[in-house]
């Protein structure tokens, strides 16, 4: 599974599916030599699949969510000219931003200040 997730991350959804198809044998049906997949292969490599993608998915945004640092962000307790928490689109009251860690004051300023429309 992790060997699907690692695939997913860098080749996208088609290189993982081919990873799933490999690593299944494909049945054999009969003595014609016509090679034809069983229901469960099918059921089983798209589960797989379906893993793998949510796996990625919740991955990717686990890592999105995550707050910098205020010394990352240049992060000061004195505003800048006009520009101030207080008027940020991403501040949120009384003591918080979306992407800045600790203690935010309305008063403060960093780099990642963007106004209220």
Not at 29 to 57: H, Q
Not at 102 to 107: F, L, Q, R
Request: proline residues 5%.
């Amino acid at each position: 599974m992790s060997e699907i997730a690692a695939t997913l991350s860098q080749g996208g959804f088609e290189s993982a599916v081919a990873c799933i198809r490999s690593m299944e044998p494909i049945m054999n049906t009969g003595g014609n030599d016509c090679r034809s997949m069983s229901r469960r292969v099918m059921i089983t490599r798209t589960a797989l699949a379906l893993g793998a993608a949510a796996t990625v998915a919740a991955a990717s945004r686990a890592a999105a969510q995550q707050k910098i640092a205020q010394a990352d962000a240049e992060y000061q307790r004195a505003p800048k000219g006009d520009q101030h928490c207080g008027v940020c689109a991403n501040f949120e009251p009384p003591h918080a931003c979306k992407f800045v860690q600790g203690d935010i004051s309305p008063d403060g300023w960093c780099q990642l200040f963007a106004p209220k429309t």
